[in-house]
């Protein structure tokens, strides 16, 4: 084997036993990444059924900040799955590269093998995943905030004010309880960049 050829060989062996231990490394992270997202699920629940609690016994204002909170809550997901997807992405990039038959490679084609649901995709989520967190965020979201105003209407009819009606700051809370909602359903959208690098070059 001639120096040349005998080096380019050795470079090829090195670039892949580079790869195989970084994907070790890459998929550990995503394992500790899907944790963590798993956390702020659990996380999420508990401080919905805590705060829907206080807001429907005593005071509704803690139920309309719940929307606030899970927004930050919503978007630290949104973080942690946008990393998992990019991670996945580019370790996929890599099998092709490698010419390897790995999990990424065998999930994308069977992904891509379902092109009779294609033209349909715009009128459901494309995951269970993406299912799951709209109606965790989003229901908590509108729950809190119908415990809230139903609990601050019967507080004001209780004060002797037939027409019920809603404090300035109960309304300005509704307000940003809407917003930060609205603002959450653009986040959780669950929406990756499932192309090859490979792919973006030739097109």
Request: aromatic share 10%; hydrophobic share 45%; charged share 20%.
């Amino acid at each position: 084997m001639t120096p040349p050829v005998q080096a380019k060989s050795e470079q090829a062996e090195f670039q892949r036993t580079f790869f195989l231990n970084e994907c070790t490394i890459l998929h550990d992270e995503i394992n500790t990444r899907m944790a963590q997202r798993g956390n702020l699920f659990t996380f999420t629940i508990i401080t919905a059924g805590t705060l829907l609690s206080l807001g429907a016994t005593t005071n509704p204002q803690i139920a309309l900040f719940y929307p606030v909170l899970s927004l930050f809550l919503a978007a630290a997901w949104s973080d942690e799955d946008g990393k998992i997807g990019a991670l996945s992405a580019y370790l996929h990039d890599q099998e092709m590269r490698y010419d390897l038959d790995g999990w990424e490679n065998f999930h994308r084609k069977r992904r891509m093998s379902r092109p009779f649901l294609a033209g349909l995709q715009r009128f459901y989520p494309k995951s269970l995943l993406s299912l799951a967190t709209r109606g965790v965020f989003l229901s908590t979201q509108l729950l809190a905030i119908l415990v809230g105003v139903t609990q601050a209407i019967n507080l004001n009819i209780s004060k002797s004010n037939p027409r019920g009606g809603l404090q300035w700051d109960i309304v300005s809370l509704l307000c940003v309880a809407i917003v930060a909602m609205l603002i959450t359903a653009f986040l959780i959208r669950h929406k990756r960049d499932h192309s090859l690098e490979r792919e973006q070059r030739s097109s």
